[in-house]
């Protein structure tokens, strides 16, 4: 009984860590520099993507290796949709951003999911190649160069401003609420019934099919959502930089994502974000010159060596840590009692 | 209630080929409430084929399958479910990492899925919780309710394989050898559970344990090499002579 009073209220500290880290972040502009805010600002853009592939992925099982296709399509859509003289308004540019690549992620979707494990797979692949090459090889999104974005867009009405991208706090913010509104609203969807049967599918989807279920839809219906919502993340990347290039829709682009929420650990919203942060923050210091020296030129060498060691050891993500952590300082404990 | 007219679900001239090899051929059985039908063979006789079929796991190559008096024959396995067409398993399909209740209340949600109510906690949902709570009474696992399935005795897995079935609200049940593995007072409890549920359900019973077979089943049907070589009451069964020389061997 005790055992699982302790447990419930270190479930509900647990509840509220996620809160505690969005406030976190909201203080962290007044104390960091501005090199560090933009890091920061870039961390939040790719753990909302990776949040998105963690639905797919993590809850429901579907490893998707083409997860950067709506990614690139909703940058794309939000340079090319921008005016070059004024600004434009987040309020169509955001929906138009996520509607392209929900509709590209339920053409991908409908066809991929007649197929299963490392099918699924290669065929998700094929797609953003596809994407990636339609960008990479037409004057649609200025080939290999890309496109920039003249004018950043704004969120205002009747002439006064609330939300100036151009200014990177207002960003920052930006970038944070649209994080924290998708982490509210995945872990929303986890919890109720589309939530449980998502993992229902992930764990055994012959007995969810036998139970009643066609399973069919929920997987669309979840790859459509992760689609959408790699599409916000795409709108963010690309106001971010003011440009976009074919790279974003590029397979390293899915691996890298899939890396992040893998690093993290599968299975937990929260894997995600630490991911993401881990992985982005991994390739910063190898990447870095003025830390590394000469090596940091092999960076994609010691970032790897860095993942395989990191996944080798813990297998459940950094988010398993402090569980084996636990476990190692509760296991003596639990030897004395038994004597 | 229990006079044998029409029958809930039957199966005519079911047949089922592997390329060259026919596992069923032709068969048919009929099912209906207050009877457990038992359905016997050697290993390879295709009676997992047959539940597979009925179930809507693998299509028919030819014959046609009735619910009520509608041709389910061409219907998808989760719309036979939500019709009240239930299986279980013959290798325990459970879902090992979730608890006891959550196995099961996953099963009743197939009833009510409603997945655009987001904002409904599918751990609060009444209607799967009751119906879930009611098939772990019935198959005497609600004291572990809370437990990790896959921390289950293979026993108590066996019943809640049964207990995931009983929770989709079946009117037919297809069991795939519920009682493998079982021990003794585990086989005789759920024996017990077969003769209440058949008061109220249809049951075909796919089983090795000739004893429990002959013990709780009304009709026999027996199949050899994907074909029925008879099919009648447990006593004419026992003394038919094809089946004491295919099945029972001639010592018998």
């Known amino acids: 009984m005790q055992a699982a009073s302790t447990g419930s209220s270190r479930s509900r500290l647990s509840k509220l860590l996620p809160v505690a880290a969005g406030l976190v972040l909201a203080a962290l502009p007044w104390f960091v520099s501005p090199y560090q805010q933009d890091l920061i600002a870039k961390i939040l853009v790719y753990a909302l993507f990776a949040l998105s592939l963690e639905l797919l992925v993590g809850t429901t099982g579907l490893v998707s290796l083409g997860h950067a296709a709506f990614f690139g399509i909703g940058a794309y859509v939000t340079v090319l949709a921008s005016p070059q003289g004024a600004p434009a308004s987040i309020v169509w540019l955001v929906p138009l951003a996520m509607l392209a690549a929900t509709a590209y992620a339920l053409f991908v979707g409908a066809l991929s999911l007649r197929t299963r494990g490392v099918y699924f797979i290669m065929v998700t692949l094929a797609f953003a190649q596809m994407a990636y090459f339609v960008f990479h090889d037409t004057k649609l999104g200025g080939g290999t160069d890309g496109i920039f974005m003249y004018v950043r867009p704004v969120l ?3 002439g006064a401003v609330w939300l100036d991208l151009e200014d990177k706090r207002h960003f920052y913010y930006l970038a944070l609420g649209a994080l924290a509104l998708t982490y509210a609203l995945l872990a929303l969807l986890l919890r109720s019934r589309f939530g449980h049967a998502l993992v229902g599918i992930r764990l055994n989807e012959q007995r ?28 963010l990347v690309a106001v971010k930089d003011a440009a976009v290039n074919p790279e974003l829709l590029s397979w390293h682009e899915s691996g890298a994502v899939l890396l992040m929420i893998i690093l993290g650990g599968l299975g937990h919203l929260r894997g995600a974000f630490i991911g ?16 590394l020296g000469p090596l940091a030129s092999h960076w994609q060498m010691t970032l790897g060596f860095t993942i395989i060691a990191f996944v080798a050891g813990l297998p459940k993500g950094l988010i398993g840590a402090g569980q084996m952590l636990r476990q190692r300082r509760r296991a003596p404990v639990r030897e004395a009692a038994d004597e | 209630m229990n006079e044998p007219a029409a029958p809930l679900m039957r199966a005519e001239r079911l047949t089922r080929r592997f390329g060259g090899l026919t596992a069923v051929n032709a068969v048919s059985v009929a099912l209906q409430v207050g009877q457990v039908h038992a359905v016997i063979g050697t290993n ?9 079929m009925l179930s809507g ?19 998808s396995q989760p719309a036979r479910s939500r019709a009240g067409v239930g299986r279980s398993y013959q290798r325990t399909t459970i879902f090992p990492e979730l608890s006891v209740l959550e196995n099961c209340r996953l099963s009743a949600q197939a009833a009510q899925q409603r997945p655009w109510r987001v904002w409904e906690s599918a751990a609060g949902c009444p209607h799967s919780n009751g119906v879930a709570r009611d098939a772990l009474e019935r198959t005497g696992l609600a004291g572990v309710a809370a437990r990790a399935a896959g921390l289950l005795s293979h026993g108590q897995k066996r019943q809640l394989e049964i207990a995931m079935c009983l929770a989709t609200r079946p009117r037919v049940l297809l069991l795939d050898e519920p009682l493998a593995g079982m021990g003794a007072a585990e086989t005789d409890r759920m024996l017990t559970l077969l003769e209440a549920l058949k008061r109220t359900h249809a049951v075909l019973l796919v089983e090795h344990d000739m004893d429990a077979v002959f013990r709780v089943a009304d009709v026999i049907t027996v199949m050899v090499n994907g074909e029925v070589i008879a099919s009648d009451l447990p006593q004419a069964i026992r003394t038919h002579p094809e089946v004491l020389v295919a099945y029972l061997g001639e010592e018998h």
């Open chain 1, 276 to 291: 993401a942060f881990a992985f982005t923050l991994l390739k910063e210091f190898f990447q870095s010159e003025s830390l």
């Open chain 2, 44 to 52: 390879g006789a295709g009676k997992s084929t047959l539940i597979n």
């Open chain 1, 156 to 158: 205002g009405a009747g």
């Open chain 2, 57 to 75: 796991e693998l299509p028919a190559t030819s014959g046609s399958i009735f619910l009520d008096s509608a041709d389910i024959t061409r219907w």
């Open chain 1, 208 to 235: 969810m099919r036998a139970a009643g279920f066609r399973t069919y839809g929920y997987k669309l219906a979840a790859f459509v959502i992760a689609g959408a919502f790699a599409g916000l993340a795409g709108f």
